[in-house]
Nanobody, 115 residues
């Protein structure tokens, strides 16, 4: 079955950096477009960025120039490098396929940015 395991979150001050990882299994990772999503308290889950199997990337306007998504198909892993973090980036971050996320979501990883 599908498994998505996110890691790398934590508490960081504004302006700091974090690198998130997501290990996927149960899917043919190399052919899937992978995305990072986030959900802040009381808000809906939104797409942050996605990356195609060939490395084409796209970002939400709110993170352009600060976040970088990448993938390692040999390791079935997708990454999110987050720089210049802002308090409004505070959320639980998830990975999943895009544009049609699988029904299964991992536990996510909490990112908290203090001002």
């Amino acid at each position: 079955q599908v498994q998505l395991v996110e890691s790398g979150g934590g508490l960081v001050q504004a302006g700091g950096s974090l690198r998130l990882s997501c290990a996927a299994s149960g899917i043919i990772f190399s052919i899937n477009v992978m995305g990072w999503y986030r959900q802040a308290p009381g808000k809906q889950r939104d797409l942050v960025a996605y990356i195609t199997r060939d490395g084409y990337t796209n970002y939400a306007d709110s993170v352009k120039g600060r976040f970088t998504i990448s993938r390692d198909n040999a390791k079935n892993t997708v990454y999110l490098q987050m720089n210049s973090l802002k308090p409004e980036d505070t959320a639980v971050y998830y990975c999943n396929t895009w544009p049609s996320p699988r029904a299964y979501w991992g536990q996510g990883t909490q990112v908290t940015v203090s001002s």
